[in-house]
């Protein structure tokens, strides 16, 4: 089993940073792909990026590109989603997720969820 948390939602102003994290514990993370997603109210979850188990290659969602940057700390089993020129569509809840893929975008692929965290982007 794998258990995720995440941090750093909150209430930003338009053209505002935030940085998620995701803390994870349990099965080796070093062997993990990681992945961010978001869900808007009344919709179903959304791919933002992915980062594989060696930092080697990641991967995001086309528009959000230049905006939105995935790292990975092994050391710390941690999983970061830095977020700069947030736009009031960015306001969901952002899920950080783990997968044995190498890598994949889809929801499917992702065996592990964490409880997900607020985002609210203000005009």
């Known amino acids: 089993q794998v258990q995720l948390v995440e941090s750093g939602g909150g209430l930003v102003q338009a053209g505002g940073s935030l940085r998620l994290s995701c803390v994870t514990s349990?099965?080796?993370?070093?062997?993990?792909?990681m992945g961010w997603f978001r869900q808007f109210p009344g919709q179903s979850r959304e791919f933002v990026a992915q980062i594989t188990w060696n930092s080697d290659n990641t991967y995001y969602e086309d528009s959000l590109k230049g905006r939105f940057a995935i790292s990975r700390d092994n050391d710390k089993n941690t999983v970061y989603l830095q977020m700069n020129n947030l736009q009031p569509e960015d306001t969901a809840v952002y899920y950080c997720a783990a997968t044995t893929f190498y890598s994949c975008s889809g929801t499917g692929c992702y065996d592990y969820w964490g409880q997900g965290t607020q985002v609210t982007v203000s005009s």
């Open positions: 349990g099965r080796s993370f070093s062997a993990l792909g």
